[in-house]
């Protein structure tokens, strides 16, 4: 056992010695970790050893070899490797000795990892000799680099299942015992991918998209691995329950439409799987969804009614969102009133969220009426024969701009004495206007008769042709231009013109009387128009 410890120490100093040139020579150092010295716990195959499974413990028992044809195989060494380990070297230790003084007899040691369908190179035990075991002692095969002629281990050739450790004895005489056996195995555990960091959707993103698409930059793997990123969704920040949760090898997911998430904020996370070992957790990000969309109220009337010309001022809208956010600032109102052309037109209204949910558009029907103009033809008259007067008109209201009639009224055909109607003739406005129309009265009326008067021969002054003067102190006298010998039933009758009324022909009091009947009428007619107007 002193020999043992002295070979401990001696290996222990030239590992050291070797990080030391490692390091000089500017060479990173392995740290590699180990299994420790593990013993078989089976025996898997045996030709030829006594007592093969004395070996499992140092206790002075000892399984023999006495015979070239000796062979043992050995396994179950629970090495236990971590997954996605690199291993570095595979170390022997065997306790034992030898009987024969001069032909020596000792051991091949091989190692399989694929259940002794291949062996590596093989080391031969140099035990010491010992006729009763007194000289028993410990030699290590191996060291924290050999890897026994091989290029490279899987870690999963250490399992129980793969590995086999084979002892074939050597040609020659007397025995070769063994006390213990064990093997170590050197690895580096495998290195964990660096942790993913999140690009998209940004930390505290507001979204109407319910199956949103998640994004992060690729992590790196020490060993070269094939990753894989988990992700985690969850309605708590701690992820104490999740959402949703799954796998992908690239660095992007979409939530898939059966999977869709409501309404509501939610927390994220990625980590990177080199198949072996995860990564640590990303930093967690947070994202809202929103899918209800603002919903707009018009304003007043609906639809509204402006007269041409007249400045339209829009009733507006207001704008709520998840029934309590106010947007209506954010309203967009898009026009086409046009005050200065009459018909129909539209007011919309949008709004979007913060989340991009777009409202249903509202619309606001608008009206702009035409203008109501009132004209009246305004009443003339003339005489027989005479020539027509201008027709005339007026009207109520007032007229936009430079707008103005075009054309004129015009009367009914006629030359006789009567009443003739004085009606809109061409008279018009642009289509802007509705104009109501009241006609007028142009009156024909026939020219007075005035009869002319001669004075005969030999009459006196003061005597009227067929007019009879009486005196009573003179006797009747005849009027001029009359014959004496009529009698009175036959004497000529002046007529109903010349016939007089307090001292004037009655012509002129037919004279007068027209004149009244037609200021009469024209008082008449300008008295309904100004009642009309009112």
Not at 442 to 461: K, L, R
Request: glycine share 8%; aromatic share 10%.
């Amino acid at each position: 056992m002193k020999k043992f410890k002295t070979l401990g120490k001696l290996t222990s100093y030239i590992a050291i010695l070797s990080l030391l040139i490692q390091s000089l020579a500017g060479v990173a150092p392995v740290f590699a970790d180990d299994t420790g010295f593990l013993p078989p716990s089976a025996v898997v195959s045996n030709t030829g050893w006594t007592n093969p499974s004395a070996v499992y413990t140092s206790n002075n028992v000892r399984a023999t070899a006495n015979d070239t044809d000796d062979i043992a195989q050995y396994g179950s060494f629970n090495f236990n490797v971590p997954d996605g380990a690199t291993v570095e070297g595979v170390e022997v230790r065997v306790e034992g000795y030898r009987t024969g003084l001069l032909i020596d007899r000792q051991a091949n040691i091989t190692l399989s990892g694929d259940m002794g369908t291949t062996w590596s190179s093989s080391k031969t035990t140099n035990l010491p000799y010992s006729l009763t075991g007194g000289s028993e002692s410990t030699r290590d095969y191996g060291s924290s680099t050999d890897l026994w002629g091989k290029t490279s281990w899987g870690y999963s050739e250490f399992s129980n299942d793969n590995f086999r450790l084979k002892l074939d004895a050597t040609t020659a005489l007397w025995d070769l015992k063994i006390d213990y056996l064990a093997a170590k195995v050197y690895y580096t555990p495998n290195t964990a991918p660096t942790v993913p960091v999140l690009t998209a959707p940004t930390d505290g993103t507001l979204t109407n998209d319910n199956t949103p698409y998640l994004k992060w930059n690729a992590s790196t793997d020490t060993e070269g691995n094939s990753l894989n990123y988990g992700f985690e969704i969850s309605t708590a920040s701690d992820f104490s329950s999740t959402a949703l949760t799954g796998g992908t090898a690239g660095t992007a997911f979409q939530v898939a439409d059966a999977n869709a998430l409501l309404d509501g904020t939610y927390y994220w996370r990625i980590r990177a799987n080199d198949g072996f070992v995860s990564s640590e957790w990303s930093n967690v990000w947070s994202f809202t969804i929103d899918t209800i969309a603002p919903v707009i109220t018009i304003l007043s009337d609906n639809p509204a009614t402006i007269t041409y010309g007249d400045t339209y001022t829009d009733g507006g809208a207001t704008a709520l969102d998840n029934g309590v956010d106010d947007l209506t600032s954010s309203i967009l109102a898009t026009s086409d009133v046009d005050n200065m052309a009459a018909g129909n037109y539209t007011v919309s209204y949008d709004v979007t969220d913060a989340a991009g949910n777009a409202a249903i558009t509202v619309t606001r029907d608008v009206v702009v009426a035409k203008k109501k103009i009132k004209v009246t033809a305004n009443n003339v008259s003339k005489f027989v024969g005479s020539v027509d007067p201008a027709l005339t008109y007026s009207y109520t209201g007032t007229l936009v701009g430079t707008d103005a009639f075009s054309c004129s009224v015009a009367r009914v055909a006629g030359e006789t004495p009567n009443s003739y109607l004085i009606d809109q003739g061409t008279l018009a406005l642009n289509d802007n206007y509705e104009m109501e129309f009241a006609t007028g009265v142009f009156t024909i009326s026939a020219i007075p008769v005035v009869p002319t008067f001669t004075t005969p021969a030999g009459a006196g002054d003061g005597e009227v042709l067929g007019v009879k003067t009486t005196d009573d102190t003179q006797k009747d006298t005849d009027v001029k231009g009359t014959s004496d010998t009529k009698k009175d039933d036959e004497k000529t009758d002046p007529g109903f013109l010349m016939s007089t009324w307090l001292g004037i022909h009655n012509w002129f009091w037919l004279l007068l009387a027209a004149a009244a009947i037609s200021g009469g009428m024209w008082w008449l007619l300008g008295y309904r128009r100004r009642r009309d107007e009112e």
